[in-house]
């Protein structure tokens, strides 16, 4: 085989390293310079080692290639330098993470000016987090140290290579006391007053965006880490200086400027609905998102938090009313004048997220604002933004889905009764979520019966009607949706029964979808009655009779034979000493109407076939007991055996016809016949070929071709049927597939012989051989 061989070829990169004045650069050329480097080539190690190996790598990542290089090849060598340094190499980890002047010459990149080059910071990043993972104490100790670390990191945060390091430093620490460190340092640093600082409306964009993201990962961080670690006797500090009521405020008075920044706007609100997320744990590796109303110690929502939002719930909804300026957008099926924009779907959505606390403060507030109202609004005038149906519809749900609670102890209950659940009373009655339903859905039925389009909003507004219709039944508050359906005017009241059991119900009706194998399909009454009492059980039997023979094929050793045949690597001569397996009989009935065709087919019989005159016959009598003596060997005349096919159709094996082409047979010297069953057919005749005059005498048919000889071992066996009045050879039924075997006596043209057309019967194949 080809692996006995040494086909390795020895790496060019050795042979450069054979030469004294090899250089880096050369070595950085050859393209599996990687693959040795992580194949741990003991020389290219060595070499990599080297003192000022190291600084020109470090170098290459830090320092700005030169601008009059060609595009294609000026991140070339950086590239390479940063995959080098990152393979995970256990010595150069060593190396950088002890030598503390190639650390200060990798930190110095940090001291560039702003903006950085994204590409070398994203080499540098990658390389400062590979040491962190592998030499977190050395690194972290040579990082404290550097008193303007976390200036330098708030300065470039608008490169998303140092966010992504910020995160490391956050993340790669796995044991829990050095993280616990790490934590607490950057806390002491301030860095979350400073993150939160970035948020305002003078930074720019890619700063906001960056830090708030920033400000997410660490709120997810840390509390995936209080829920990993339940026992931890040290809260986050972090987490817990962002939820500070004092840092909420000045994170909402920042974006609150006179000056209204969209990007300032909408980063403060992902950091607050980040802060409003409320998850636990469900088993190892997921979170899942609290029910409204849950109560569980691990998915609170802090109070400060709520308090904060409550001072600017006002400003919030100034922001629908009046978002910063965008200019119209012209869309496929109008103007948009203004559109919804990115402040006002936050804002909704930060709503939904407040309304999920349930908190009954910040409810009233609310309603007395009338915010459900104005976004009720926004869900009819932007018919296409299925953005903001969507959170409106969420909306909602909350409010019918949330249970009550009791403003005096704070805490929740089922709404058994109508309690003065205000915000579900202010949805059913100030808002009239119901008359507007039902005007929506009538104006876009007349709308489309005019030939218009269907209103963007359909589908969301029949999901939000079969929330009511469910919440009236099953919901926590069924009893006050019940009071406040039974207090509408009784117009409306009829209308919104009407519309549940008419237009809703078809509706819901359409959109249903059942799956096939739940009904049977009939395409009319009729065809159900023609097919009902129809029975299959005849084919049922003859698919139960083949599958019971297919499995008698598979032996006992079957497994061992799987896959491959064994006689494929055997010799020739061994071949014939293979055992094989028995085949046992298939027996089954098969229920024909054999009456009629019995009649028919003795009849022609007798019109077509001597009868055997077995009384003045002077032939022998085979059955007559007699003396056998055998000849000698060298006496023996070689026998041959003669191959008739013969296709006989027939009713049933034990039918007058069968007995009669058998004592036909039996009563002819020197003749062997076999009989099998073949599949059924329609519209057979009865057609008897023979090529012995003795067989064509007995069964009254004229010899249409000259008999041949061919041993007993070429016996096959012969299909035909429905042969035509032309010559044999090409007469065949087409329904047998191929022509009839080479050397067969049917492949000759000859005489059509004379048969009589009986009924449709089923087939019998006899194979017929006359020993000489």
Known sequence: ??????????????????????????????????????????????????????????????????????????????????????????????????????????????????????????????????????????????????RDFVDLIIKHIGTSAIMDLLLRLLTCIEPPQPRQDVLNWLNEEQIIQRLVEIVHPSQEEDRHSNASQSLCEIVRLSRDQMLQIQNSTEPDPLLATLEKQEIIEQLLSNIFHKEKNESAIVSAIQILLTLLETRRPTFEGHIEICPPGMSHSACSVNKSVLEAIRGRLGSFHELLLEPPKKSVMKTTWGVLDPPVGNTRLNVIRLISSLLQTNTSSINEDLMELNSIGVILDMFFKYTWNNFLHTQVEICIALILASPFENTENSTITDQDSTGDNLLLKHLFQKCQLIERILDAWEMNEK????????????????????????????????????????????????RWEAFCASSLGETNKRNTVDLVTTCHIHSSSDDEIDFKETGFSQDSSLQQAFSDYQMQQMTSNFIDQFGFNDEKFADQDDIGNVSFDRVSDINFTLNTNESGNIALFEACCKERIQQFDDGGSDEEDIWEEKHVAFTPESQRRSRRHTLYPVQINTCDLETSAFVMIRNALVGVPGWLSQFSTLDLSSGLDLTVVSSSPTLGSALGVEPPYKEREMPLTDVRWYQYSC?????????????????????SPLSRKTASPSHTPLACVPSLAVSVCQIK
């Not at 962190?132 to 140290?145: G, Y």
């Not at 709308?447 to 029949?462: C, F, I, V």
């Open 447 to 494: 709308k489309q019966a005019e030939g218009g389009r269907r209103h963007g909003y359909m589908g969301h507004l029949t999901r939000i009607a079969n929330c009511i219709v469910h919440s009236t039944d099953k919901g926590p508050n069924s009893a006050l949706v019940q009071q406040l359906i039974k207090d509408l005017p009784d117009a409306v009241r009829e």
């Open 1 to 146: 085989m080809f692996w006995k061989f040494d086909l390795h070829s020895s790496s060019h990169i050795d042979t450069l390293l054979e030469r004294e004045d090899v250089t880096l650069k050369e070595l950085m050329d050859e393209e599996d310079v990687l693959q040795e480097c992580k194949a741990q080539n003991r020389k290219l190690i060595e070499f990599l080692l080297k003192a000022e190996c190291l600084e020109d790598l470090v170098s290459f990542i830090i320092e700005e290639p030169p601008q009059d290089m060609d595009e294609k090849i000026r991140y070339k060598y950086p590239n390479i330098s940063c995959e080098l340094l990152t393979s995970d190499v256990s010595q150069m980890n060593d190396r950088l993470g002890e030598d503390e002047s190639l650390l200060m010459r990798l930190y110095s990149f940090l001291l560039n000016d702003s903006p950085l080059n994204p590409l070398l910071a994203s080499f540098f990043s990658k390389v400062l987090s590979i040491l962190i993972s592998r030499k977190p104490e050395q690194i972290v100790d040579f990082l404290k140290k550097k």
């Open 723 to 743: 042969l035509q009045s032309s010559a044999f050879g090409s007469g065949h039924d087409p329904r047998m597939g191929s022509s009839p075997a080479p050397g």
